[in-house]
């Protein structure tokens, strides 16, 4: 199996920054895509960012500018860099990735548990 644990978030202050953490472990080959979407109470889960294997990303128009997604091929990790944070940046972050679990099989997707980001004063 493949796990994913995500850390770094909590509470920040307007115009703060945070940085999440998501780690892939288990039977893993290759990754492929890894992304950040997020849930606010009451809305659809949605993309926040996504970084492909060769590290051409991808952003919601909602955080350019301000959140900046990267990843360690070594560690099997995804990051994202959220800064100038606003009180609608509040919701669960969960990261996403798309793994091969062995040479030949296919690509299966897997989510983080989720992380809390909460900005207010």
């Known amino acids: 199996q493949v796990q994913l644990v995500e850390s770094g978030g909590g509470l920040v202050q307007p115009g703060g920054s945070l940085r999440l953490s998501c780690a892939a472990s288990?039977?893993?080959?290759?990754?492929?895509?890894m992304g950040w979407y997020r849930q606010a109470p009451g809305k659809q889960r949605e993309l926040v960012a996504t970084?492909?294997?060769?590290?051409?990303?991808n952003y919601a128009d909602s955080v350019k500018g301000r959140f900046t997604i990267s990843r360690d091929n070594a560690e099997n990790t995804v990051y994202l860099q959220m800064n100038s944070l606003k009180p609608e940046d509040t919701a669960v972050y969960y990261c996403?990735?798309?793994?091969?679990?062995?040479?030949?099989?296919?690509?299966?997707?897997?989510w983080g548990q989720g992380t809390q980001v909460t900005v207010s004063e």
């Open positions: 996403n990735i798309n793994v091969r679990r062995r040479l030949g099989s296919p690509w299966t997707n897997y």
């Open positions: 288990g039977m893993i080959f290759s990754i492929d895509a």
């Open positions: 970084i492909a294997s060769g590290g051409s990303t």
